[in-house]
């Protein structure tokens, strides 16, 4: 096995509308699990680390459904704990053309909005982890899971590990105003810094000037300037940002940004048009473990910069949360081949 590395939230089960349907046309729905961190967990383990996900379910057979879908990918559930009364639910509407998808959740009093630190064994699951990775979503499902963050990277960071975020604004579960106040204390721990441009606006208060996502403009510029004064306030190694140029939900433009934080150099990627969009769920994800996979081989940071652009690129084009590629399909697309000829 490859590298320990170590990710924490909450896996929920999505149901989603057949095709293109409107909630008010499915009778019925799409069953699959999924969540920020369970969506980085099996990428990671897909690229063949030794990948162990951390979280709360139920004792019933729903919470072990989810269980199973992550060993299914060779995701290691040995620190999950059973408690709690209830997995989380999202209800999934996937637009088209100039229709937005929709998302409604049904994720109170879940078992990870419930769980205690003491449900979890922090030092022994850090013990020879090279990488922790976690999101904003997971402190912002409720108070005790903002305690429970905080001892996942007070033993992260005694125990030597790099840690990343994803800063994953959410608007449907808490306001800007807490997650600047929550999060900018967090940041103190994080050496990666993954976003967007609404993320760094809505979670730590920088904005990017003259970007405009939804008339797919974006000024460079802006996120260099950006990109500097979080280095200036936070002292991170990387900050990373996805760029999506949302020219429809089924056409988007597709590239990323990334600066050392210590030389200041800035690169950003080649930009790929992803059309017509299978899922995009778990594209920001895709992206973040392709980043980390590159940062955790020994990648430079441009290198690992296009993995991960090459692999959420990939990850556009299949259903689900998870993005289910491999190394060579993701290094092949990074290297130029964006054919999509058949492999015979």
């Known amino acids: ?27 019925e729905f799409d069953v699959c699990y999924g969540g920020g961190e369970a969506n980085v967990a099996v990428s990671l383990a897909n690229y063949g680390y030794d ?8 004792d ?5 459904c989810a269980v199973a879908a992550l060993r299914k990918h060779n ?10 009364e209830r997995l989380g639910i999202y209800y999934l509407e996937t637009g088209s053309a100039m229709r937005a998808s929709n998302v409604v959740y049904d994720r109170a009093h879940s078992s990870i909005a419930t769980a205690k630190p003491e449900e979890f064994d ?33 033993a992260a960071k005694k125990a030597g590990v790099t840690v990343s975020v994803d800063l994953n604004f959410r ?23 993954i976003g967007n441009e609404e993320d760094a606006e809505k979670v730590l208060g920088f904005k990017a000037e003259s970007t405009d996502v939804t008339k797919g403009e974006l000024n460079l510029a802006g996120y260099e300037e950006i990109f500097n004064r979080m280095a200036d306030a936070f002292g991170f190694k990387y900050i990373v940002s996805s760029l999506r140029q949302s020219y429809s939900a089924s056409d988007n433009g597709w590239s990323a940004c990334i600066m050392d934080g210590a030389t200041r150099e800035f690169y950003h990627s080649k930009t790929y048009s992803v059309h017509p969009i299978v899922d995009r769920v778990g594209g920001g994800d895709s992206f973040a473990a392709g980043v980390i996979c590159g940062l955790l081989d020994g990648k430079d940071m441009k290198q690992a910069l296009e993995f ?16 289910l590629v491999t190394r060579n399909e993701v290094q ?4 130029g081949d964006g054919s999509g000829r058949v492999q015979r």
């Open 75 to 84: 995701v290691g559930c040995e620190y999950i704990a059973r408690s709690g």
């Open 1 to 27: 096995m490859g590298k320990k590395v170590v990710t924490m939230g909450e896996i929920m089960l999505r149901l989603s509308t057949p095709g293109n349907e409107r909630f008010i046309q499915a009778d």
């Open 51 to 58: 990948v162990k996900y951390v979280t709360a379910v139920p």
């Open 171 to 193: 608007k449907k579960l808490w306001t800007s105003e807490k997650a600047k106040k929550v999060m900018t204390e967090l940041m103190q721990y994080v050496d990666v810094c």
């Open 308 to 323: 991960g652009v090459a692999a959420s690129a990939l990850k556009h084009t299949i259903p689900g949360d998870f993005n």
């Open 332 to 335: 092949n697309l990074a290297d």
């Open 60 to 64: 019933n057979p729903i919470g072990e």
């Open 122 to 154: 922090f030092d022994g699951i850090f013990e020879q982890a090279e990488w922790f990775h976690f999101t904003g979503i997971t402190p912002a499902i409720s108070d005790s899971a903002i305690e429970l963050t905080k001892h996942a990277l007070r």
